[in-house]
């Protein structure tokens, strides 16, 4: 089975579609096969057989951005904005009439249609009488089918995103000057992770966080990935505070032995000792380091009774937790084997609720939340404390959660 291709999209300085492509091209992708695809959108006709998107030329080139280097993708029109208005059945007919791969067309429909929702509610019109301005262009056409082109071109089928910084600000818009960020952007970065470094620009555009919103698997922290190449992307700002710069990872997920220590497993079987025994040996070992200690009911030889004692732990810890076994049970022989484990991220939050402060642990695996649990003994002593069931407190944790 071939390694899964992923990639991080770290975005310190915002995102764009230009900025998007320029890591991608530094990642790989080749400009001509760009080219040669995207020329695919003028594939559609109009009623008098013209083109129905305006013609468009990609260009990259290499940039510094506070003395780093970057590629900045650049897509140049001769028709002004003013004149691409177009509403949704015009763009799905411009996509639709591309000789695209399906899951391609699949895939530009989706991004597509979420920037429509979020230009009809930001404002409050129907999705079809919505009509994109500085989005409905070929710029805005070539920045998202040059992205799924170009993760196509690497085969990346899994992405995670970094939280994205959005600066700050206002930006000039054909409805006027927007605060930062402006309303559809706002609605397209709803269940993101975002945050604001203070900076005065639009640092995250509509283009950028509607195809990051709709082709991300997964938010938050880089994940376990073995890096391949690393790509840099340019904005079209200068900020004297950082370099406009977006990166991109690209590699091969990490299995979980990839990147984590070597663990080991010791085993024995016992069938003479006293079951009082066992508490004190397996604090023992928590002490001492061990990972896990748990013990498992089994039926020995003769059917015997007995008890399987199993003990976690870094390989270089093998040695240590062997003399406590030996010192502190009966067992005459031990059982070693390598293991591999995979520990989901976790962290610790604290919610307010009616039976006072409970904390959360939530667990994530490629910035996806898996897993949410109230803790145990937080719910124990509130549910003491207020004469109610434990289960009631858990419930009422999980529901702030």
């Known amino acids: 089975m071939e390694d899964l291709r992923a990639a991080y999209i770290q975005c310190a300085s915002g995102v764009s579609g230009d900025m998007l492509i320029g890591a991608l091209l530094d990642a790989g992708v080749s400009l001509d096969y760009l080219r040669e695809k995207l020329s695919l959108l003028l594939n559609c006709r109009n009623g008098s057989g013209q083109a129905s998107l305006e013609e ?20 140049k029109t001769h028709v002004s904005h003013s004149v ?64 799924l082109l170009g993760i196509k071109y690497l085969g990346i089928e899994e992405i995670v995103v970094s939280p994205i910084n959005v600066g700050g600000g206002t930006v000039k818009t054909t409805h006027g000057t927007l605060a930062v960020p402006a309303p559809a952007t706002a609605n397209l970065l709803k269940g993101i992770p975002v945050y604001s470094s203070g900076v005065e620009f639009e640092l ?93 009911p089994v039926i020995m030889k003769k059917c015997r009774p007995a008890a399987l004692l199993t003990v976690i732990a870094q390989e270089d810890m093998v040695g240590q937790l062997s003399t406590i076994i030996f010192e502190e049970t009966t067992t005459i022989g031990l059982r070693y084997h390598s293991v591999s484990r ?60």
């Not at 799905?92 to 899951?103: L, P």
């Not at 597509?112 to 979020?118: C, D, K, R, V």
């Open 84 to 147: 691409s208005h177009r509403n949704w059945q015009e763009i799905k007919e411009i996509i639709e009439g591309a000789a695209f791969d399906e899951d391609v067309k699949t895939k530009g429909l989706k991004i597509f249609h979420s920037i429509f929702e979020a230009e009809s509610l930001a404002h409050g019109q129907p999705f079809d009488q919505t009509h994109l301005h500085e989005l409905g262009g070929a710029d805005c056409l070539a920045d998202v089918f040059g992205f």
């Open 204 to 296: 995250a555009t509509p283009t950028g966080a509607a195809i990051v919103k709709e082709m991300a698997t997964g938010f938050g922290d880089m994940p376990g990935i073995i890096i391949t190449s690393i790509g840099t992307g340019a904005g079209s700002l200068d900020i004297a505070s950082a370099p406009n710069i977006l990166r991109i990872f690209v590699g091969r997920q990490a299995a979980p032995h990839d990147n984590a220590p070597a663990f080991a497993a010791i085993e024995t079987n016992i069938d003479d000792m006293s079951p009082q025994l066992y508490g004190a040996v397996m604090d023992k070992l928590f002490r001492a380091g061990a990972l896990d200690v748990y013990i498992t």
């Open 342 to 401: 995979e520990m989901l991220q976790r962290d610790i939050s604290a919610v307010d609720t009616k039976y006072g402060e409970i904390r959360i642990k939530t667990a994530r695996r490629n910035g996806k939340i898996l897993n949410i649990s109230a803790e145990y003994e937080d719910c124990k002593r509130a549910a003491e404390e207020f004469s109610v069931p434990v289960k009631t407190v858990i419930g009422e944790a999980l529901r702030h959660a």
């Open 56 to 75: 468009f030329e990609i260009t990259s080139e290499t940039v510094y951005k506070n003395g780093f280097r970057a590629v900045k993708f650049e897509v």
